[in-house]
C-alpha cells in the first residue's frame, strides 16, 4: 500500500543553519504531497503542499519539490530560527474506497538552538 | 474564525471506565476523521465520516467507536479503554479534496 518515510529525528541544529528533511513515498499514480508542522502542545498545520510533479510548495521560508523521479519531497529551509523547533510530519493523499485519506509519515523533531 | 475543537485536552482515567472526546468544528465540512499519534509511528486514522450518519473504520478502530449526528460534531468514544490506548488524539476537519485540513489541537489521554 502506500506509504511515506521520514528521515528519523531529532534533527538538531544552530540558529540560522540550513535544514533538510528527506521524505520518500510509495503510492500508485501522482499522489499530493504535503509537509504538516506540529508546534509544542498544538495540532497540526499545514505548512506547504504540491499537488503534481516538479510542483513547488512553499511557505514561511521553507520549500519542498515534488520529484516524482526520486518519488521525494524533501524539507528545506536556507535559514531555520529558534522559532521553527517542531515535529514536522511528511504526508500524501491516498484515494481509496472513494474518499481521499492522509498518510502521514513517523515525524521529524526539529530542535533549533541559538 | 475557522477551527476545530476538542475537549478534554487533557484526560488520565483508569482501565474500563467510558469516556468520550468531543470533537466540534465550524467549518461545515462534511468530511471529519480522528487520528492517534504515537512516537515513531506518525498519525493512524482511527476512524472517518463522509457525512451525517456515514462513518467508516480506519487504520486503528478496535476499541474505539465514533457517532455523526450532526455535521459540526464528531465524537470518539472509548466504551472499555484499556493502557494501550494512552496516546495523543487528533480530530480533523477537511474541506472537499482535502485542499484544507483543520486539526483540532489535540486530546492527551493516559489509561492506568
Known amino acids: 500500500g502506500n506509504s511515506v518515510t521520514q528521515m528519523e529525528g531529532p534533527v538538531t541544529l544552530s540558529e540560522e543553519a540550513f535544514l533538510t528533511i528527506n521524505c520518500t513515498y510509495t503510492a500508485t499514480g501522482y499522489p499530493s504531497l504535503f509537509w504538516y508542522v506540529q508546534y509544542p502542545g498544538e495540532g497540526l498545520q499545514l505548512l506547504l503542499k504540491?499537488?503534481?510533479?516538479?510542483d513547488k510548495g512553499s511557505n514561511k521560508g521553507f520549500e519542498a519539490t515534488y520529484r516524482k523521479e526520486t518519488t521525494s519531497f524533501h524539507l528545506e529551509k536556507g535559514s531555520v530560527q529558534v522559532s521553527d523547533s517542531a515535529v514536522y510530519f511528511c504526508a500524501l493523499i491516498q484515494f481509496s474506497g472513494g474518499y481521499n485519506k492522509l498518510i502521514f509519515g513517523a515525524g521529524t523533531r526539529l530542535a533549533v538552538h541559538p | 474564525e475557522a477551527q476545530v475543537t476538542q475537549n478534554p485536552r487533557y484526560l488520565i482515567t483508569v482501565t474500563g471506565k467510558k469516556l468520550t472526546v468531543t470533537c466540534s468544528q465550524n467549518?461545515?465540512?462534511?468530511?471529519m476523521s480522528w487520528y492517534r499519534q504515537d512516537p515513531g509511528l506518525g498519525l493512524r486514522q482511527i476512524y472517518y465520516?463522509?457525512?451525517?450518519?456515514?462513518?467508516d473504520k480506519g487504520d486503528v478502530p478496535e476499541g474505539y467507536k465514533v457517532s455523526r449526528k450532526e455535521k459540526r460534531n464528531f465524537p470518539l468514544i472509548l466504551e472499555s479503554p484499556s493502557p494501550n490506548q494512552t496516546s495523543l488524539y487528533f480530530c480533523a476537519s477537511l474541506s472537499p479534496g482535502l485542499s484544507e485540513q483543520y486539526f483540532g489541537p489535540g486530546t492527551r489521554l493516559t489509561v492506568t
Open positions: 504540491a499537488t503534481k510533479a516538479d
Open positions: 465520516s463522509m457525512n451525517v450518519e456515514v462513518t
Open positions: 467549518m461545515n465540512h462534511e468530511y
